[in-house]
């Protein structure tokens, strides 16, 4: 499955783009739009986006699990070397120490998360302040050809910004490059 990202200059052409590709197969589930008219897209019925989306809690709770997990067994080897509580204590001990280190490090990072613009959003931060609606449309790949000409024949206004793979990388910065016929798209 991909994303492909898309900039529309109006909420006229958003709930125009939204309506076809509803009539093209794509489901609610599928398509979010990301914009600072929220009641705007409330009032037209149109799929606004969720705060996995436009947030970093997935991404940065992820990392923030992946620290606590190495601290907890640092940690965790640090116990059992220096031998605080004794030599019998038993290895579940240890095991749980681990694991509470590695959910303590998931929460503080979702909060930090919570507290971040989504990565893969903040490039297009201000063309939606300057009022731009940009669309995702989650498409399988035997479906992605049939969205991709569509919006080239039905919806020129519309620009193909990016397109990424929908798959979570904390650590990843850059996706797939594309080209489309009017300009380079942004990769994310």
Known sequence: MKCLYYLAPTLSSTHQVSN???AAGVKDFFL????KDESGLKQQHIHSSNYLETLDIVRDGLIGAGIGFVVGLAGAGLLIFFEPFGPDVPAIAYVMAVVL???????????????????????FHRDIEAGKYLILIYAWNEQEATVRAMMRTRHPEADLVAVDRHFINPFSDVARRRRTPRKQARAL
């Open 20 to 22: 076809d590709l509803h």
């Open 32 to 35: 979010h739009v990301v914009s």
């Open 101 to 123: 280190v590695t959910m303590f490090g998931a929460w503080e990072g979702g909060l930090t998360g919570i507290a971040t613009e989504n990565k893969k959003l903040r490039r």
